[in-house]
């Protein structure tokens, strides 16, 4: 995944990152400055890594700026290194460009610093939810399922069941496409749907991991029109969000259009993309706030030309349209006939 935004550590950044490791740094904070990953702050270690929560995470946080914050736990993974927490702090007063420019660099923080070692993330935009109360929380409630509809109750049923004739047998499955199944999205790919509304990429694949029942990030990147067929896999279903740059009428535009491919035979398959699908489309819209400018339907890549994009976005006016026919009058009686004014004429 490429550097979208540009921004990468500063050189006194790097030479940090080969050093906080020894297990004597208990926290750090960056922040971005004149364009780059700076460290701003750090702290060591005195107790536990709960003794030393709050103590040392919540004097970091300013109420209108973003920054990033590692914080190292005791436990170590099974290379040996110590795990990290990444804590993205984004205040909702804080401007929004500062907010849209940390959340396109976060990936590039995770990538200079090490993403193996993250073992939790947490995205707080309120004090609580960056304290270790509120790390908990997270913690307890990050996979938990969201209460389900009836039918949502059905659908998960026929799932476990490993049903495929029950669908339209007693199950209304247009109740199920219109109420949804919402899954948990991860946080790469929320990133990555960041970035795409800053401008930051122009390409982002979503895929259900069915056994998790999660949504993941499959791809992101910049490309051409050219190459977007072959981003499409075959006998898989993905969603897809492509910015369209294009010229109509003179005008240079562009445009942010959602595509949902399904090329499965899959029924399962097929019917947990389909029931994912609204939820995911307001998700985008009004938490992560891409403005999508139209919604498609495909089963091949190949169906993503020139042509079908300007079709969409601007349908031809039928010019062969038959004429409205207009009504009849009443019955020719003959000659209007014309009435004498006042003065007799």
């Known amino acids: 995944m490429s550097h ?166 007693g199950v209304d499955t247009r109740q199920q496409t219109l109420s949804g199944v919402v899954f948990p999205i991860s946080s790469e790919a929320k990133d990555s749907m960041f970035r795409l509304a800053s401008g930051g990429c122009n390409y982002v694949q979503l895929k259900i991991d069915l056994e998790k029942e999660e949504i993941h990030l499959s791809d992101c990147d910049t490309i051409g029109l050219d190459r977007l067929p072959g981003k499409v896999p075959a006998n898989a279903g993905r969603y897809h969000l492509y910015t369209y740059k294009h010229t109509h009428e003179g005008d240079l535009m562009e445009a942010i259009v959602f595509i949902y491919s399904m090329d499965s035979r899959s029924t399962k398959e097929r019917m947990l993309y389909s029931s994912c699908k609204p939820p995911l489309v307001v998700t985008i819209e009004k938490v992560i706030g891409v403005e999508i400018m139209k919604r498609v339907e495909i089963e091949s890549g190949s169906e993503l030309t020139e042509e079908f994009f300007q079709e969409i976005l601007h349908p031809k006016k039928n010019l062969h349209r038959p004429k409205f026919a207009k009504p009849k009058g009443p019955p020719n009686r003959g000659a209007k006939r014309l009435t004498k004014g006042q003065d007799g004429h």
């Not at 536990?48 to 920054?67: A, F, G, N, S």
């Not at 309120?126 to 109360?133: D, G, M, P, T, V």
Request: with cysteine.
């Open 4 to 169: 979208q935004t540009g921004i990468r550590a500063n050189e006194s950044l790097k030479k940090f990152f080969g050093k906080c490791r020894d297990g004597h740094t208990r926290v750090f904070k960056v922040s971005i400055e004149n364009e780059e990953l700076t460290l701003s702050a750090q702290a060591g270690t005195k107790g536990t890594w709960e003794q030393d929560y709050d103590r040392l995470v919540l004097p970091l946080i300013k109420e209108d700026q973003p920054c990033y914050i590692l914080y190292r736990f005791d436990s170590r993974s099974s290379t040996g290194g110590y795990e990290w927490a990444l804590i993205s702090w984004s205040p909702d007063d804080s401007p929004v460009r500062q907010k849209m420019l940390y959340a396109s660099t976060k990936a590039t923080l995770k990538q200079e610093f090490g993403g193996g070692q993250i073992k939790e993330e947490i995205h707080a935009t309120i004090k609580e939810e960056a304290s270790l109360n509120g790390f908990k929380k997270h913690k307890a409630n990050a996979y938990a399922p969201a209460p389900l509809t009836p039918a949502e109750e059905e659908l998960a049923r026929m799932r476990i069941e490993g049903t495929t004739a029950g669908v339209g047998v």
